[in-house]
């Protein structure tokens, strides 16, 4: 997890690095656009257009950060950033704790009835992920009986749901974040087009057009932001209420295989 949050977080720098230093080059094209339409102005609307269409993506959000500000923009995107870091950790950890249930049970149906209970406790030993690690405990109470096993089961049960669970609170924070952070750009946009009002005493579009562009877009941004990473939450509380689910059944099935070879073993 602290690997795959560093490499998100280094590439989100490097991101953030890459629009920093092109602020000059990006302020710089307003103003040639501008002396190029002074000097010819019968083509100034096909060269817009061509410049309009020959704007990458990137440049794209590139000018949409800057135009929101670069010290509201900055922590949405560190939002972003550190949201997605744990979004991204936590799928790879739910993937790699899916396990075949059907197949599992079947291994260890097979190893109790040709080697015991010793002999299924190597098959869940060597079987990653929350699933087998709660079948280890089942099978290590089965000399105390089925109601301990069943007890140690659903006690490790809650366990591994917590550590299934981990990480979400923390993107459910980033979700509730982002937007808050772009509605305090927009706040303050507004308190500084209400401040150019008053300084200019007049009310015109190109003094507010400041103050608004920033509140826009940062508004924007954030709710970019929130919807982004409730996508992956969503994504993320489906698969563990899946894996829960999974365990729960693969459980009692377990439960009822270890009743049966108790019963063949008794005769």
């Not at 869940?124 to 709660?134: E, Q, Y």
């Not at 508004?219 to 994504?235: A, D, K, R």
Request: charged share 15%; aromatic share 6%.
């Amino acid at each position: 997890m602290k690997k795959q949050l560093a490499i998100l977080a280094f590439v989100g720098v490097l991101a953030t690095s890459s629009l920093f230093a092109q602020t000059d080059t990006t302020a710089a094209e307003p103003a040639q656009a501008t002396e190029q339409a002074y000097t010819a102005p019968a083509s100034t609307e096909s060269d817009m257009d061509t410049a309009g269409e020959d704007q990458s993506f990137h440049e794209v959000l590139k000018v949409q950060f800057i135009d929101g500000g670069v010290a509201f923009m900055t922590p949405i995107l560190i939002c972003l950033i550190l949201g997605l870091a744990f979004s991204i950790e936590r799928i790879i950890t739910l993937n790699l704790a899916t396990t075949n249930t059907k197949k599992l049970l079947s291994q260890i149906e097979d190893s109790l009835a040709k080697g015991g209970v010793n002999a299924a406790l190597e098959v869940t030993r060597n079987t990653r992920g929350p699933v087998a690690s709660i079948f280890t405990q089942g099978l290590l109470r089965y000399s105390e009986g089925i109601d301990m096993v069943e007890k140690s089961i659903v006690s490790y049960g809650g366990v591994e749901m917590g550590k299934l669970e981990k990480g979400l609170i923390w993107i459910s924070l980033f979700i509730a974040l982002g937007p808050m952070l772009g509605f305090f750009g927009t706040v303050v946009g507004m308190v500084q087009a209400f401040s150019d009002i008053e300084a200019a005493g007049d009310i015109s579009p190109n003094i507010v057009a400041g103050g608004m562009k920033v509140a826009l877009t940062t508004t924007v941004g954030g709710l970019i932001v929130g919807m982004i990473l409730q996508v992956f939450y969503n994504y993320l509380v489906s698969k563990i209420d899946a894996l829960v689910n999974n365990m729960e059944d693969a459980s009692i099935t377990l439960v009822d295989i270890l009743v049966k070879h108790k019963l063949v073993t008794q005769k």
